[in-house]
């Protein structure tokens, strides 16, 4: 299936590792330059130029830290004076930090709310009006399970993703009449560091393992195993498609069938 991604434009925010560098590949396999940027300068060097090498694609690299204003401006205009445009604007943090309500301070919150919803909102901002100018554009919000089904002990995470769910369903009416979609991606339990990270935090609150935690993920999980990030990568470039001209306002699930919900 041709995608009709070929010298589009993405941008993939966090794209170093994870589920992150598993959409700037897939990306990049169906033809569309990038622009990635990461904290991990290093790390994100060598994947830009494995990606190159395996593609053939352009490709911009920024160390950045989207939870920094100056940074998605920087971000933002390296992407716009290299290409001249976005067409596909793929947001996307790690995760924040695991605990109950009490053990997170103001500090923390505020934190996570300028990681995972303030990039989100600023990202968008700095590429919508090229988008509705050229009238075709695609954002995508890597979200999570949590917004349809709170996962305990992830309040931060299930608070204010749920934000970007409800800036996104309302953004995707805004902005239709543009040819632009907006929807969101909701990664289940995938074999990324961010869910090891998670086992091991839940393996010494329980006196457990990391791998019976991991285990444990995959009892709930109707499938029997974790995702792998390139499962999650397609359907991300499903919607960057322009075969998903029709489908916008979205939360998607790639989960295995762990949400246990109709709707």
Same mark, same amino acid.
């Given at each position: ?7 589009? $434009? ?13 959409v700037a590949e897939e990306l990049a396999r169906e033809g569309a330059n990038l622009v990635m940027c990461a904290r991990g300068e290093e790390r994100l060097a060598k994947v830009a130029q494995a990606i190159r090498?395996?593609? %053939? ?23 716009? &004076? ?16 695991? =605990? ?13 709310? #300028? ?8 990202? $968008? #901002?700095? $590429?919508?009006? %090229? ?27 299930? @608070?204010?993703? *749920?934000?970007?769910? &409800? ?17 969101? $991606? ?7 560091? #961010?869910?090891? +990270?998670? *086992? ?23 499938? %029997? ?14 919607? *960057? ?9 979205? @939360?998607?699930?790639? +989960?295995? =069938? ?6």
């Amino acid at each position: 299936m041709d995608l009709g991604l070929r010298a589009k $434009v993405a941008l993939v925010a966090a794209s170093s590792a994870g589920l992150g560098r598993a959409v700037a590949e897939e990306l990049a396999r169906e033809g569309a330059n990038l622009v990635m940027c990461a904290r991990g300068e290093e790390r994100l060097a060598k994947v830009a130029q494995a990606i190159r090498d395996e593609t %053939g694609v352009r490709v911009e690299a920024l160390g950045a830290d989207l939870s920094q204003l100056s940074d998605v401006k920087r971000v933002t205009d390296a992407a716009l &004076g290299a290409f001249g445009q976005v067409d596909i604007l793929v947001t996307n943090a790690g995760g924040p930090p695991a =605990g109950s309500f009490e053990s997170h301070s103001h500090e923390t919150w505020q934190a996570a709310v #300028r990681q995972n919803l303030d990039s989100v909102v600023e990202l $968008v #901002r700095a $590429v919508l009006p %090229g988008m509705k100018e050229r009238r075709w554009g695609r954002i995508i919000n890597v979200t999570s399970i949590a917004v349809k089904q709170p996962v305990d002990g992830l309040i931060l995470s299930n @608070s204010v993703r *749920a934000a970007v769910t &409800g800036f996104a369903r309302t953004l995707a009416n805004e902005v239709a009449p543009f040819g632009i979609t907006v929807n969101n $991606v909701m990664p289940g339990y995938t074999r990324t560091q #961010r869910v090891e +990270d998670l *086992a091991a935090k839940n393996a010494a609150m329980r006196d457990s393992s990391p791998a019976a935690e991991l285990a444990l993920f995959e009892r709930q999980i109707p499938m %029997g195993r974790l995702g792998e990030p390139a499962e999650f990568a397609a359907m991300v470039a499903f919607l *960057a498609s322009e075969r998903a001209s029709y489908t916008t306002g979205a @939360s998607i699930p790639v +989960d295995g =069938g762990w949400i246990r919900a109709i709707l």
